[in-house]
Each structure stands twice: as structure tokens, then as C-alpha cells.
């Protein structure tokens, strides 16, 4: 490390909680010596946080999910997709990188990222090799942390055929 860094190296032990807290701080304080708005890039730009975020909007669009939630519990963060009106509990996200991921999401959409005590609202675009979607997101503060909420809006305005509903010759006649 000290090879590749060219800074000296104290090797010291230490806990897994004791290394996320300090890593969070010290991303805490790059965060606030910088104006992330402003310049729509950050410390979230590490590829894993960009990635992540990428492909949950990439699995979303290909599930054809309306809504994704991301909802702070108490020692992670739970993520949800609300199919045709229904909420499925999709994954988790560790509790050391949920700021990261709601900040980087923050950053795509145009928000404020230093306001954290705030209800914010504010849209980006999927990427476009994902396809044409406009995203609406809402944050909403907590005890846990923030609640977000991503709603995924198909732009090309496609429309449904009353034959793919289901129902029957007689009841598309009708309607």
C-alpha cells in the first residue's frame, strides 16, 4: 500500500464499525469541503456506487416496476419495486453505503445533497443506452436516514392494447 500510494503506513487493528465510522466521516467532510451540486460529481462516482445505481434503474426498466423505494431500517436499507400497484421487497442495501448511494442519486437528480433534514424533489433520465425513461424522485427524511422514492416514467408514451388486458372480443367491443 505504501508502495502504491507513496504515503507512509501505520499498520493498526481495528473493528469492521470502528473503519465504516470512520470511513463515513471522512467522506461526511470530502462532502461538505465541496460543492457537489454545483459540479454534479463527487465521491460517488467510485465505480461500485455508479454501477449499483445503474443497474437497479437497468432491473427496474427491464421489470417494467413503476416505483422503486429505498427505505432506511434500522441496520440497512431495503429496497422495494412496486409492480402493477404491488410493493416487492427486492434486496438490501449494507448500511455502509446506503449515504453513498442516496447521495449519488441526489447528485443525478439534481438535488441538493448537503440537505438532508428536508423533504427534496427532483428528476434525471435513465441512462441512454438503458433506454428512454424520465425518473421522478422524492426524499423524505426519517429517524433511520431517507426515504426515496424513484418513479420511472417510459417517455416514448407507449400505450397498451385493450387485447393484452386480458379480456375478451365481446368486452373490447364494448368498452
Known amino acids: 500500500i505504501q508502495y502504491a500510494t507513496g504515503f507512509q503506513v501505520n499498520p493498526v487493528l481495528s473493528t469492521l464499525s470502528d473503519i465504516d465510522e470512520k470511513l463515513s466521516q471522512c467522506y461526511e467532510a470530502m462532502q461538505s469541503a465541496h460543492n457537489l451540486q454545483a459540479t454534479r460529481q463527487g465521491t460517488t462516482d467510485s465505480a461500485p ?23 432506511p431500517m434500522e441496520d440497512h436499507m431495503r429496497v422495494r419495486f412496486r409492480v402493477d400497484g404491488v410493493l416487492y421487497e427486492k434486496q438490501t442495501i449494507s448500511k455502509a453505503i446506503e449515504r453513498k448511494i ?64 386480458g379480456m375478451s372480443a365481446d368486452e373490447q367491443q364494448k368498452i
Do not use: C, W
Open 49 to 71: 456506487v455508479v454501477q449499483f445505481v445503474e443497474s437497479l434503474l437497468a432491473q427496474a426498466i427491464k421489470e417494467r416496476v413503476s416505483d422503486i423505494h429505498l427505505e
Open 102 to 165: 442516496v447521495t449519488r442519486i441526489k447528485i443525478l437528480s439534481g438535488m441538493d445533497v448537503a440537505n438532508s433534514r428536508t423533504p427534496q424533489d427532483g428528476r434525471m433520465s435513465a441512462p441512454h443506452d438503458i433506454g428512454d425513461y424520465d425518473i421522478r424522485v422524492s426524499t423524505l427524511p426519517n429517524i433511520m436516514g431517507e426515504n426515496v422514492v424513484l418513479r420511472i416514467l417510459d417517455k416514448s408514451g407507449s400505450r397498451f392494447a385493450l387485447e393484452t388486458l
